[in-house]
Structures are given as structure tokens and as C-alpha cells.
T-cell receptor, first 111, second 115 residues
Framework: GDSVTQMEGPVTLSEEAFLTINCTYT??????LFWYVQYPGEGLQLLLK?????DKGSNKGFEATYRKETTSFHLEKGSVQVSDSAVYFC??????????FGTGTRLQVFP | GAGVSQSPSNKVTEKGKDVELRCDPI?????LYWYRQSLGQGLEFLIY????????KSGLPSDRFSAERTGGSVSTLTIQRTQQEDSAVYLC?????????????FGPGTRLLVL
């Protein structure tokens, strides 16, 4: 079945460092891909999405490009802030539109 | 506008008791989803509603779990004879009628603890 694999955390960075969180997927068909974020004490919220190959999703300085050839959707940010500390979930939606999530990656940014 | 709301926010129950969790989706959203977030299992899909019908119940872990949706709006997830492994945060999400890659909007969750 469809699945999402993302890098184990925690990822620990200093403020203004470059961030990459790897995400790869296995799917039949052509899923939409998402990054969701969960800030401490808050609910899940959409960070960005891409619905077809080569699309780039972007929001709040974060970017991810839908790469069909490598089945990847890596999350990047050029300069992280302390306020970016959260758990990041990569996900795909299948034909029924249910979300299949990766295990989540905790990001900790220190000043 | 109002987002997805869930109640109760926290629930502590004794093993063997039944619990009901409620979800109020965003007005006008026809699709509604239940997920479970637990320490050992990450985020798992449970069930999906389109209107009042549930075309995908594949994620319900056992026959102790059931869900219904009435009036194309409110949904209730019922867990019968709760077990300690049911302890988790139960998340509800809704999405608008358009199909294909639509954003799901999540509620704050119900944190269930089974003693």
C-alpha cells in the first residue's frame, strides 16, 4: 500500500541555519503531497502542498518540490528561526483523499 | 471563521467503559476524517465520511470502534469496552467538496487516557 518515509528526528539546528527534512513516498497513481506542522501545544496545520509532479509548494519561507522521478518531497528552509521549532509531518493523499502520514520529524532551533 | 471543533478536549476513562468523541466540521465541508495520533503508531487514518456515508472504514482497528455522521455535519466516534492501548489523541479533519488534493483542516483533538 501507499506509504511515506521521513527522516528520524530530532533535528537540532542553530538559528539561521539551513534546514532539510527528507521525505520519500510509495504510491500507486499520482498522489498529492503535503507538509503539515504541529507547533507545541497546538493542532496540526497545513504548511504547504503540491498536487502534481514538478510543482513547488511554499509558505513561510519553507519550500518543497514534488519529484516524481525520485518519489520525494523534501522540505527546505534557507534560514530557520526559533519559532520554527515544531514537529513536521510529510503526508500524501490517496485516491480516497485520506492522508497517509510519515512518522514526523521534530525540529529544535536554538538561538 | 470557525474551525473544526472537537469535544471533549480531554477524556479519562476506566478500562472497559465506552466513550464517545464528537467532531464539528467546518460549515460546508462535505468530507470528514478521523485520525489517531499515538506514541507508538504516529498518525493513523481511521475512517472517512463523504456526506453521511463512510466509503472508507479501513483504518478502524477493531469492531469496538464505530463512527457515524448525521446531517452531513457532526460526527461521533464511539469506542466500546475501551482498552489501555486505545489511549491516544483522536483528531478530526474536514475538507471542502472539491475532490483531489484538497487541504484537510484539523481540529485540536481529543486526548483519551484509558486507565
Amino acid at each position: 500500500g501507499d506509504s511515506v518515509t521521513q527522516m528520524e528526528g530530532p533535528v537540532t539546528l542553530s538559528e539561521e541555519a539551513f534546514l532539510t527534512i527528507n521525505c520519500t513516498y510509495t504510491a500507486t497513481g499520482y498522489p498529492s503531497l503535503f507538509w503539515y506542522v504541529q507547533y507545541p501545544g497546538e493542532g496540526l496545520q497545513l504548511l504547504l502542498k503540491a498536487t502534481k509532479a514538478d510543482d513547488k509548494g511554499s509558505n513561510k519561507g519553507f519550500e518543497a518540490t514534488y519529484r516524481k522521478e525520485t518519489t520525494s518531497f523534501h522540505l527546505e528552509k534557507g534560514s530557520v528561526q526559533v519559532s520554527d521549532s515544531a514537529v513536521y509531518f510529510c503526508a500524501l493523499s490517496d485516491r480516497a483523499d485520506k492522508l497517509i502520514f510519515g512518522t514526523g520529524t521534530r525540529l529544535q532551533v536554538f538561538p | 471563521g470557525a474551525g473544526v471543533s472537537q469535544s471533549p478536549s480531554n477524556k479519562v476513562t476506566e478500562k472497559g467503559k465506552d466513550v464517545e468523541l464528537r467532531c464539528d466540521p467546518i460549515s460546508g465541508h462535505t468530507a470528514l476524517y478521523w485520525y489517531r495520533q499515538s506514541l507508538g503508531q504516529g498518525l493513523e487514518f481511521l475512517i472517512y465520511f463523504q456526506g453521511n456515508s463512510a466509503p472508507d472504514k479501513s483504518g478502524l482497528p477493531s469492531d469496538r470502534f464505530s463512527a457515524e455522521r448525521t446531517g452531513g455535519s457532526v460526527s461521533t466516534l464511539t469506542i466500546q469496552r475501551t482498552q489501555q492501548e486505545d489511549s491516544a489523541v483522536y483528531l478530526c479533519a474536514s475538507s471542502p467538496p472539491e475532490r483531489g488534493g484538497e487541504t484537510q483542516y484539523f481540529g485540536p483533538g481529543t486526548r483519551l487516557l484509558v486507565l
